[in-house]
């Protein structure tokens, strides 16, 4: 009993590990388009020519529209 309570302990640590790692990855990457947007003259706005590649949803899990 205790055995499982600690392995899900620590499956739970390693999703919020793993979700804080995917936050920091995507600051990065609007970070990279908006200089890229800068570069460009834009105002750092996302543009209407690329498409939206994730969908968010109400409970903090993010849709791939591609699939």
């Known amino acids: 009993m205790v055995g499982g309570i600690a392995q899900e302990i620590n499956a739970r640590s390693e999703v919020l590990r793993i979700e804080r790692q995917l936050e920091e990855a ?12 800068k570069l460009k003259g834009g105002d750092g ?22 699939e």
């Open 45 to 66: 706005s996302a543009s209407d020519t690329e498409p939206e590649m994730y969908e968010p949803t109400y409970n903090g899990v993010i849709n791939n529209k591609s």
């Open 26 to 37: 995507r600051g990065r990457l609007t970070a990279i388009r908006q200089a890229k947007y």
